[in-house]
Each structure stands twice: as structure tokens, then as C-alpha cells.
């Protein structure tokens, strides 16, 4: 059923008829993301009109979807509304459970929280703002005939209500890309890369092709060149092993065994990716795969087991994990390479892609919970866990929507890098046109599945970053006059793979409502807007702008601090 998302407990049906073609609005946002609903919240504090548009019935992305351990390094590096978020996290758990209960302690201040919660604060913030209006299975496609032009200006685009069949045009001043994929500015005519750059290209540290033990050095194979390849994709997990809210993992009707078998002697032999399998020793593998099958558990120094083999858990409230994929593993889920077509492929692809993916996640769970083979200490601790079956009650509790790490990559004012995010200092380089501080590492997960004799699936790894600023160009393209891109933003594979974090994600957005309701104001471009006064105003959203240790919005000199940092930028000419 098609809605208009007001809140998780009261939704309100708008059916087509009640749509008009010709509707108007300020500001027009295509993708209900993290990203899109901090764009619809900023530009409507603003004052402004805002549609979201959003391809599934959920508002949320993937932090409605099991993306519930927060993926920040440096808490307190952003801010703003993606705070906001956070504080009314934690604040629901005290408020539901009370301020000593251990929910309110595997929130963990508000950074760890259970797909359903995080939707319902989502829809919260946006039922705040009256003249936000949110559609929910609104398709659009990145096809010429679906966006009008008028010079260098979007005019309207078209959307397919996926419940009726039918197409609807919404015109607006400015229009807001917070697709995962990059659709809109794609259909504009913005030009974007897809694939990794090599190292040399712009001398970033990791980059291009590389073998890397999991915390350890990069290996034999590594040529850092550039390809077309993509990382891998996957589903965010919610599981848990509490007996009175499991589901059991289920066997798909698409089962393929030959897909999993090589789990069997990676439970044995204890073989994982991480730097300790160097120390390991033949007579060390044999007598760990003797002691499993005598009914023991694995002797091999970091060694996962159990489910904990397979995908890398994180402690969410009321006895729920955030299951990723296991970064220690030659096998878990992520399914590598056959998402290479995704960011400019169809939604029928998209979805036949999400379909396989499903199966093939839920087939290595059944594999290593039924199969005779997988040794029967092994199978009976997987079968402790099971999906959680009071979320996502409306998909069979599993996941609604992929985690698309990586599509479109687009040409910006500027183009970050992994430069940007590594100096020898405690900071990164500070851009005069900051409108956010983030910090996460270089982070992309497999380009390859599987190779004989290679240490890692080709394209993992993490490296080391400091807290960095983001520029204002990174969202703002150079041919198109009323369009900003917060989540399908302006870089390089290995710059991309630090800001595709979704607190960075929210904090883009959160300066590209505030930039497009400036640029209405001021009867400008999105490309014409005055910095100083964006900064202004996200600073008093609460926002940082320049990672500074000890210091929060609360401080009462907090944005003299801010200033002088940007204007210390703006001397140097960074």
C-alpha cells in the first residue's frame, strides 16, 4: 500500500487519486535514505515545501534495515541532525525501558539500535514537519523520457506509483538525489564514474587491486591497478537467539549446496583471513580439525565460530545483533562480483539481484545450521540463532532492501580522495567550504569471490584515517543548476569508501536541504550559494564543521572555535 509516512504506529493512505500531476513543491527529494529524510527535515526547519520520494514502503534506508551498529570512528566527529537521531535513540530506550535497563546499555548511547526503532524515529522527525510530504513506493528510473530539462535545470521528473501502475510528474526549485544508485543525477546528465581507480591516479594509499590480510599487510597478487569492478553487496541481519522471538533460518526454494561446501574445511582447518593465519602451522590445522570432529571447537588463534564464522555481529538492544558480513571469513554474505551491473542497471535487475541475494544468504545460513557435512558442534551453535521475528514482519523478517554500498559515483565541484581524509596529524586537510567533520576508515569489501592460494577476497581491507572535514562541493554538480547529490557524492573509490557511512550520509543531506532552501531564498544556483552563510546556519543546527577533540555543539564558544578554524582554511588557501 502505497502512504504517507507520518509516524510507525499511524500511517496515513494517499491513494492516486488524491495525487495531483502538476503538484508542486520547493524542494523535490528521490530516496527516502538517512540521507534524503536529513535533506527533507533541514530544508523544511527552512521553511520550505519538500516531497520525498522513496522506491519501498519503509522509510529509513539501512539503518531500518539492519544497519543498527553505527559505523563511525570518531563519535562526536559528526553532529547536527544525525546527533539529533542518536539522542532520540537513546532517549526511547529510557523512556520504553527505563535509564538502568540493559537496553539502555546496548544502545550504547544511542549509536546501536533495532531496525524497527530506528524507522520509528525516523518517521518521527519527519511527522514534525507538516509540510513534508513522503510517498512510499514511488519508483523512479534513470531513463531520459522520466526527467524534463529546461538549460542547465530540472524541470520535473516522472515517478511509477508501484501500487497503481501509474505514472505521476512532480515539478520543484530544487531537486535532491539521495538514491543509493544515483538515478537522478544520472537521468540529468551529470557524469559519473563507476569502478576504482589505481593507486597512481591520485596517489592515494590503497587503491586499485590489493590483497590484504584482514589487519595485516597487503599480499602476494596486489597491483593497486584501476578496473570497473564494484565492491560487494549484502544484507544487514538482524538476528538473535532468544527463544521466545526467533524465527529458525530456512532453507530457499533456489538452494545451491556446491555454493557453500567450502565452509567445511574453513570450520576444519581453521582458515580465516585475518594476520594471525600466518603463525599457524599443517600440524596446528590437523589437530584443530581432530579436535572438532571429536565434538570440540576450534584452537586456531582468531578463529570465528558458529554463526560468528560467517557474519560479524554486533550487541543490539532486547537481545538482537547487527550481523554483517564476517570480515575474518573467505565465505559469509556478501556475494561478490554478480553486483557489478547494479548501479546503472534496471529496477526489474535490481530486483532479481536482490532476489538471489536473499537466497544465497539465507542457503550459507541453513548450509552451516543443517548440512550433515558441516561438523555437528558447528551446526548445533548456528542453530542457537535465528532471525528476529518481531522485525520486518511485513518481509518475512528479513531485510527489505539491499546495502548498496557503493553505485554512482558523480563529478562535483570537488572530487575527494583518500588525500583528503589521511595526513600525518590528527586531522585531515580543512576545506574553507566545510559543511561537515566526519571519521571513518578507507573501507570497501570484496571486488572478487573467492581465489585458490589468495589471502583474502581481492579488494577487502580498511586502512587507517583521522577525523577529516567535507567540502560543500562534494553534493554540488557542475552542469546542472538546481540538483544536489548528498549520497551519491563526488570521489574516488577509496575517497567514496569513507563517506558512504551513513552519519556522514545524514550530514550531507542535512547541508543539502539547508543549501537548497538558501539557493530558493536567494534566488541563486545550488553552485551560487554564499558559503560563509551556509556555515552559518549549520552551525546553528548544531552542526560541526571542523573535528575539534574536547569540544561539542553544547560549548558555549563552540562556533567562535568553528569559525576561526574555517577562516584559518581560508588563509592558507586549502
Request: aromatic fraction near 10%; include cysteine; proline fraction near 5%.
Given at each position: 500500500?502505497?502512504?504517507?509516512?507520518?509516524?510507525?504506529?499511524?500511517?496515513?493512505?494517499?491513494?492516486?487519486?488524491?495525487?495531483?500531476?502538476?503538484?508542486?513543491?520547493?524542494?523535490?527529494?528521490?530516496?527516502?535514505?538517512?540521507?534524503?529524510?536529513?535533506?527533507?527535515?533541514?530544508?523544511?526547519?527552512?521553511?520550505?515545501?519538500?516531497?520525498?520520494?522513496?522506491?519501498?514502503?519503509?522509510?529509513?534506508?539501512?539503518?531500518?534495515?539492519?544497519?543498527?551498529?553505527?559505523?563511525?570512528?570518531?563519535?562526536?566527529?559528526?553532529?547536527?541532525?544525525?546527533?539529533?537521531?542518536?539522542?532520540?535513540?537513546?532517549?526511547?530506550?529510557?523512556?520504553?525501558?527505563?535509564?538502568?535497563?540493559?537496553?539502555?546499555?546496548?544502545?550504547?548511547?544511542?549509536?546501536?539500535?533495532?531496525?524497527?526503532?530506528?524507522?520509528?524515529?525516523?518517521?518521527?522527525?519527519?511527522?514534525?514537519?507538516?509540510?513534508?510530504?513522503?510517498?512510499?513506493?514511488?519508483?523512479?528510473?534513470?531513463e531520459p523520457s522520466n526527467i524534463e530539462m529546461d538549460g542547465t535545470r530540472i524541470k520535473s521528473i516522472r515517478i511509477l506509483d508501484r501500487v497503481t501502475g501509474k505514472k505521476e510528474v512532480f515539478k520543484g526549485k530544487v531537486f535532491v538525489d539521495a538514491t543509493y544508485e544515483g538515478d537522478l543525477?544520472?537521468?540529468?546528465?551529470?557524469?559519473?564514474?563507476?569502478?576504482?581507480?589505481?593507486?597512481?591516479?591520485?596517489?592515494?594509499?590503497?587503491?586499485?587491486?590489493?590483497?590484504?590480510?584482514?589487519?595485516?599487510?597487503?599480499?602476494?597478487?596486489?597491483?593497486?591497478?584501476?578496473?570497473?569492478?564494484?565492491?560487494?553487496?549484502?544484507?544487514?541481519?538482524?538476528?538473535?537467539?532468544?527463544?521466545?522471538?526467533?524465527?529458525?533460518?530456512?532453507?530457499?526454494?533456489?538452494?545451491?549446496?556446491?555454493?557453500?561446501?567450502?565452509?567445511?574445511?574453513?570450520?576444519?582447518?581453521?582458515?580465516?583471513?585475518?594476520?594471525?593465519?600466518?603463525?599457524?602451522?599443517?600440524?596446528?590445522?590437523?589437530?584443530?580439525?581432530?579436535?572438532?570432529?571429536?565434538?570440540?571447537?576450534?584452537?586456531?588463534?582468531?578463529?570465528?565460530?558458529?554463526?560468528?564464522?560467517?557474519?560479524?555481529?554486533?550487541?543490539?538492544?532486547?537481545?538482537?545483533?547487527?550481523?554483517?558480513?564476517?570480515?575474518?571469513?573467505?565465505?559469509?554474505?556478501?556475494?561478490?562480483?554478480?553486483?557489478?551491473?547494479?548501479?546503472?542497471?534496471?529496477?526489474?535487475?535490481?530486483?532479481?539481484?536482490?532476489?538471489?541475494?536473499?537466497?544465497?544468504?539465507?542457503?550459507?545460513?541453513?548450509?552451516?545450521?543443517?548440512?550433515?557435512?558441516?561438523?555437528?558442534?558447528?551446526?548445533?551453535?548456528?542453530?542457537?540463532?535465528?532471525?528476529?521475528?518481531?522485525?520486518?514482519?511485513?518481509?518475512?523478517?528479513?531485510?527489505?532492501?539491499?546495502?548498496?554500498?557503493?553505485?554512482?559515483?558523480?563529478?562535483?565541484?570537488?572530487?575527494?580522495?583518500?588525500?583528503?581524509?589521511?595526513?600525518?596529524?590528527?586531522?585531515?586537510?580543512?576545506?574553507?567550504?566545510?559543511?561537515?567533520?566526519?571519521?571513518?576508515?578507507?573501507?570497501?569489501?570484496?571486488?572478487?569471490?573467492?581465489?585458490?592460494?589468495?589471502?583474502?577476497?581481492?579488494?577487502?581491507?580498511?586502512?587507517?584515517?583521522?577525523?577529516?572535514?567535507?567540502?560543500?562541493?562534494?553534493?554540488?554538480?557542475?552542469?546542472?543548476?538546481?540538483?544536489?547529490?548528498?549520497?551519491?557524492?563526488?570521489?574516488?573509490?577509496?575517497?567514496?569508501?569513507?563517506?558512504?557511512?551513513?552519519?556522514?550520509?545524514?550530514?550531507?543531506?542535512?547541508?543539502?536541504?539547508?543549501?537548497?532552501?538558501?539557493?530558493?531564498?536567494?534566488?541563486?544556483?545550488?553552485?551560487?550559494?554564499?558559503?560563509?552563510?551556509?556555515?552559518?546556519?549549520?552551525?546553528?543546527?548544531?552542526?560541526?564543521?571542523?573535528?575539534?577533540?574536547?569540544?561539542?555543539?553544547?560549548?558555549?564558544?563552540?562556533?567562535?572555535?568553528?569559525?576561526?578554524?574555517?577562516?584559518?582554511?581560508?588563509?592558507?588557501?586549502?
Amino acid at each position: 500500500m502505497r502512504t504517507l509516512f507520518f509516524s510507525v504506529v499511524s500511517l496515513v493512505v494517499l491513494t492516486t487519486s488524491m495525487v495531483s500531476c502538476t503538484k508542486k513543491y520547493d524542494v523535490v527529494v528521490v530516496g527516502g535514505t538517512p540521507g534524503g529524510v536529513m535533506t527533507a527535515i533541514s530544508a523544511s526547519r527552512m521553511g520550505k515545501s519538500v516531497l520525498v520520494l522513496e522506491r519501498t514502503k519503509v522509510v529509513g534506508g539501512l539503518p531500518a534495515n539492519g544497519l543498527g551498529a553505527t559505523d563511525i570512528a570518531t563519535r562526536g566527529a559528526t553532529t547536527g541532525l544525525f546527533l539529533e537521531f542518536v539522542n532520540r535513540v537513546k532517549d526511547y530506550y529510557v523512556k520504553e525501558y527505563g535509564p538502568d535497563s540493559q537496553q539502555v546499555k546496548d544502545c550504547s548511547s544511542g549509536y546501536h539500535f533495532e531496525p524497527s526503532v530506528a524507522a520509528r524515529i525516523f518517521s518521527e522527525m519527519l511527522s514534525e514537519c507538516p509540510n513534508v510530504t513522503v510517498l512510499t513506493m514511488s519508483q523512479f528510473d534513470s531513463e531520459p523520457s522520466n526527467i524534463e530539462m529546461d538549460g542547465t535545470r530540472i524541470k520535473s521528473i516522472r515517478i511509477l506509483d508501484r501500487v497503481t501502475g501509474k505514472k505521476e510528474v512532480f515539478k520543484g526549485k530544487v531537486f535532491v538525489d539521495a538514491t543509493y544508485e544515483g538515478d537522478l543525477a544520472a537521468a540529468a546528465g551529470v557524469p559519473f564514474k563507476i569502478g576504482r581507480e589505481g593507486k597512481d591516479e591520485f596517489n592515494e594509499p590503497i587503491a586499485g587491486k590489493v590483497y590484504k590480510y584482514w589487519r595485516g599487510p597487503v599480499g602476494e597478487g596486489t597491483t593497486y591497478e584501476g578496473d570497473n569492478t564494484i565492491q560487494a553487496y549484502n544484507y544487514r541481519l538482524c538476528l538473535t537467539r532468544n527463544k521466545d522471538n526467533i524465527v529458525p533460518f530456512r532453507k530457499p526454494d533456489n538452494y545451491n549446496r556446491e555454493e557453500y561446501v567450502s565452509l567445511i574445511d574453513d570450520i576444519l582447518y581453521g582458515y580465516h583471513t585475518g594476520v594471525a593465519t600466518l603463525e599457524v602451522t599443517d600440524k596446528q590445522r590437523e589437530e584443530n580439525k581432530k579436535a572438532i570432529l571429536s565434538g570440540g571447537r576450534t584452537m586456531i588463534r582468531d578463529d570465528r565460530w558458529g554463526v560468528a564464522k560467517i557474519t560479524n555481529m554486533v550487541t543490539l538492544p532486547n537481545g538482537k545483533t547487527d550481523a554483517n558480513n564476517q570480515h575474518m571469513a573467505f565465505i559469509s554474505t556478501d556475494l561478490p562480483e554478480e553486483n557489478w551491473q547494479w548501479p546503472t542497471a534496471s529496477w526489474e535487475w535490481r530486483d532479481a539481484f536482490a532476489k538471489r541475494l536473499r537466497e544465497y544468504t539465507e542457503g550459507l545460513l541453513w548450509f552451516a545450521a543443517n548440512d550433515e557435512a558441516v561438523p555437528a558442534s558447528f551446526r548445533e551453535e548456528v542453530k542457537g540463532w535465528g532471525f528476529a521475528a518481531d522485525e520486518y514482519t511485513d518481509n518475512d523478517n528479513f531485510p527489505r532492501q539491499v546495502y548498496v554500498r557503493e553505485g554512482r559515483r558523480f563529478e562535483g565541484m570537488y572530487f575527494f580522495t583518500a588525500n583528503d581524509a589521511e595526513l600525518p596529524t590528527d586531522r585531515g586537510p580543512l576545506h574553507r567550504d566545510a559543511i561537515t567533520a566526519s571519521h571513518y576508515a578507507l573501507d570497501s569489501h570484496a571486488h572478487h569471490k573467492r581465489e585458490p592460494g589468495r589471502i583474502h577476497l581481492e579488494g577487502f581491507l580498511s586502512y587507517p584515517t583521522v577525523p577529516y572535514n567535507v567540502p560543500y562541493g562534494v553534493i554540488v554538480p557542475k552542469n546542472v543548476s538546481n540538483l544536489l547529490f548528498p549520497v551519491p557524492v563526488s570521489g574516488s573509490h577509496t575517497g567514496f569508501s569513507t563517506l558512504r557511512m551513513e552519519p556522514c550520509w545524514m550530514a550531507l543531506g542535512q547541508a543539502a536541504g539547508t543549501a537548497a532552501a538558501l539557493a530558493i531564498d536567494k534566488g541563486t544556483t545550488v553552485q551560487g550559494v554564499d558559503i560563509p552563510t551556509l556555515q552559518d546556519e549549520l552551525l546553528k543546527q548544531g552542526a560541526t564543521l571542523v573535528y575539534m577533540k574536547g569540544h561539542s555543539p553544547s560549548d558555549p564558544d563552540f562556533i567562535k572555535l568553528q569559525k576561526e578554524a574555517l577562516s584559518k582554511a581560508s588563509e592558507s588557501g586549502i
